[in-house]
Structures are given as C-alpha cells and as structure tokens.
Nanobody, 121 residues
Framework: QVQLVESGGGLVQAGGSLRLSCSAS????????MGWYRQGTEKDRELVAS???????VYGDTVQGRFTISRDNSKNAVYLQMNSLKREDTAVYYC???????????????WGQGTQVTVSS
C-alpha cells in the first residue's frame, strides 16, 4: 500500500525558516511529479510548488523566491525549504504525488495527511 508521510511542520516566527519532508512508502518504481499544496483557515487549497521527475519546478506566485522544492528520487522523497516565512504562510501543507508506479499498479492524485505550519509575528 502506497502512502505519503509528511514531517517538519511546526511553529516558527516570521522571517524564520522551516523544512518540510515527504516520503512515499511502499515498493515504488517511479514517481512522475511530486509537490506541495497548502490550505489556510477559510482559504482555498493552493499550489505551493511542484517538481517533475526531471527536476523542473513550478512555484506558486506567493512563494516564488522564498521557497525551494527539491526531491530525492532514490528515496521517493520531496522536500520544501521555506525561508522568510510570513504570517500568511500559516496553513496545513499537503504533500502530493502523481503517476506513482508501484508493485500494485499506477496511482494518480495521491495526498498526504498534511502537516501544520504556523508562523507567528
């Protein structure tokens, strides 16, 4: 059974940094794209960043220049380095994976359980 497990959330002061990690468990052969979404209180879920298997990354407008996404294909993992955090970055952050091929088939649109990031002033 394939699962995405996030870690690294927490409480940080504005201007600080956090690093989120997400690993896909199971007998995995390949993952096309991985990424991060977030949802703040009474806000719509939005794309933070995504990265393809070739390393090409896309960022949401609000995090461009402050956040960096990376992945380690050998560990089936994706990371999000968040710098210069702002109060408006407070949200639950979700890891995603798409077109993940494992021993039990190909999975689309996988989501992790989410990790809370809270930025205080």
């Amino acid at each position: 059974q394939v699962q995405l497990v996030e870690s690294g959330g927490g409480l940080v002061q504005a201007g600080g940094s956090l690093r989120l990690s997400c690993s896909a468990s199971g007998r995995i052969f390949s993952i096309n794209s991985m990424g991060w979404y977030r949802q703040g209180t009474e806000k719509d879920r939005e794309l933070v960043a995504s990265i393809g298997s070739n390393g090409v990354a896309v960022y949401g407008d609000t995090v461009q220049g402050r956040f960096t996404i990376s992945r380690d294909n050998s560990k089936n993992a994706v990371y999000l380095q968040m710098n210069s955090l702002k109060r408006e970055d407070t949200a639950v952050y979700y890891c995603t994976a798409d077109q993940l091929t494992s021993v039990d088939g190909t999975h689309y649109g996988l989501w992790g359980q989410g990790t809370q990031v809270t930025v205080s002033s």
